[in-house]
């Protein structure tokens, strides 16, 4: 126990702390949507897309990578959900085709001049670098994530099960997923400087998985998915500061364990 009290004495460790307490049940929420619409490959492509928001940030000598990250993250959400609605290729083929493009376009760019060294912390990421100033910007997402969910959930969920059914019942439903990808791009573009682009998309979907595993009902679901998620970081972050491994790749591998584990649980059930 006083092994664990005296790593509170550093103010990194304290931050990364509260980081994870703030990030992971965000991930933990908005996850169980994301799995319940097949939306996996969606927020991937948003990881993937960060590069080229930082890379247009650079273009146009936007000093704040963060901000440049974000207005670029929610540009491609909304237009990413604008040409599914219009397109009639498969959705996971126009997601493809925009993550790769969007890979391409932020290498091609970032790596000229052999520059590209200054941005590669950003593929598996430092929770341990952040500041109580960003804990303020990620505090205030958690607050406005939380308002939305109380107040969509229902919505998100009747589109999630039945679109008819839902439009039947007045449900705006291009304004209501609108709303929930603007969220989802922006946890994803705040948390990929702490968590990484590599492997944020696993941090959004395993704890929901690993929750749909062995959840009987959708209290159980979202409960499980925030305390998978919870678990995982606050484990992960432990163990990394004691073993010197990166922070993001440990939780993923908590994470990883926690739903390999209700899997076989699920199915001996």
């Known amino acids: 126990m ?5 790593l509170f004495q550093y103010d990194f ?54 901000l440049s990250m974000v207005i670029f993250g929610i540009v491609f959400a909304l237009l990413l959900n604008w040409i599914k609605s219009k397109s009639t290729a498969s959705t996971d083929t126009i997601i493809s085709v925009f993550s ?7 290498l091609a760019i970032l790596s000229r001049g052999g520059n590209f060294s200054k941005y590669s912390s950003l593929l598996v990421g430092d929770i341990l670098s952040i500041t109580k100033r960003e ?14 969910w109380i107040l969509c ?3 998100l969920q009747a589109i999630s099960l039945h679109r008819t059914l839902a439009k039947s019942k007045h449900i705006r439903i291009r304004l209501v997923e609108n709303l929930f990808s603007v969220f989802i791009a922006l946890m994803v573009m705040l948390s990929i400087k702490w968590v990484g682009i590599l492997i944020i998309n696993a941090l ?5 998985a690993s929750s749909r595993n062995i959840s009987e009902n959708l209290r159980e679901y979202h409960f499980f998915s925030i305390l998978y998620s919870v678990f ?4 992960g972050l432990f163990i990394s500061y004691y073993t010197n491994v990166a922070t993001g790749p440990m939780i993923v591998i908590i994470a990883s364990v926690i739903f390999f584990a209700t899997y076989f649980y699920g199915r001996n059930r």
Do not use: E, Q, W
């Open 135 to 148: 804990l303020v910007y990620l505090l205030l997402i958690f607050l406005a994530t939380i308002v939305f």
């Open 100 to 106: 790769s493009c969007c890979i391409a376009i932020g």
């Open 13 to 66: 460790m304290r931050n990364a702390f509260l980081a994870v307490l703030i990030i992971t049940p965000l991930f933990g929420i908005l996850g169980t949507m994301i799995v319940n619409n097949k939306m996996a490959f969606f927020s991937d492509a948003l990881g993937h897309s960060a590069l080229t928001g930082i890379a247009v940030g650079v273009v146009c000598g936007i000093p704040d990578t963060n």
């Open 153 to 155: 959930y229902n919505r």
């Open 232 to 235: 995982s970081g606050i484990v």
């Open 204 to 208: 959004l979907i395993l704890p929901a």
């Open 2 to 6: 006083s092994g664990i009290t005296s």
